[in-house]
């Protein structure tokens, strides 16, 4: 007789949870094949399908949603249980998953995450980055992190640093060649590098004029969905660029790219690091959080 491992119901949970094998498995950090593995013992065990799939969809059978309804609260009673035993180990250890966007990663690497790793060499890092905001608990995250203003009521959340901004950038050669615009309706006149969004559109460059919000469309030669291509095009002179102050202060310090426009990107919210309220947190989970706070606090001076 096989034994059954919490993975397996993880498995089965999870897959429940995001109707997506592929879904399933970035979640739980395994391959599409090997949980399709996972499940089909598991169902081959049991003696009964638990989903029903087709090459385009996946879905609960009658049988796999009574499993999940009987299995969920007792599973979440032992993953407690284990998160108590493991609150009280002298070191921190095992895997933190991280769920943000690719500037705020960028933004974070270093002094978050690669100085958790470097402190605590038996914590291991899951950083999934994407465009869309989702339910980190649902998506088998511990943090989440976003802009402020995008983060759930319902979770605590540490900001990380004070209000970011947008940068509008071009090479001095781009400049030299075809000016340097003062208002952004200049850019009509302009080349610029559009940016598009997960979601397929494109972004309006969100300026500001009086307090109120002046999005404007802008038109050019190249479309990337990657501030580090959009960089490189703007490092080549190819138009103007908009970015993460961050992605670009380098640059901007060395003279390889000009700030314009300056006056016209306010102010944006902070970064937080977030996470849902929990009993006996492990180790690992309670050393990050100690260090979010003090990035926080070296960031606040």
Known sequence: MRNFSLADFDAVLA?????????AALDLGMSTSALSNTIAKLESQLGVRLFNRTTRSV????????????????????????????????????????????????????????ECLKRFPQIGVDLVTEGNLVDIVAHGFDFGIRSQNLVPEDMIAIPLGPARRHALVASPAYLAEHGVPRVPSDLSRHACIRTRLPNGALLRWP??????????DVHGPLTLDEASLARLAALASVGIGFFMESDVREDIAAGTLVRILEAWTPPLAPLCLYYPSRRNPPAAFRVFVDLAREVARANAT
Request: glycine share 6%.
């Open 59 to 114: 879905a609960l059978t009658d049988a796999g949603r009574r499993f999940i309804e009987q299995v969920s609260p007792a599973l979440s009673d032992i993953h407690q249980a284990l998160d108590t035993v493991r609150a009280q180990q002298d070191t921190p250890a095992g895997i933190l998953r991280i769920n943000t966007f690719a500037a705020a990663g960028r933004e974070v690497l270093v002094p978050l995450v690669l």
């Open 15 to 23: 897959i429940g949870r995001r109707a997506s094998f592929r879904a």
């Open 207 to 216: 300026f500001e004029a009086e307090g109120q919000p002046l999005p404007v």
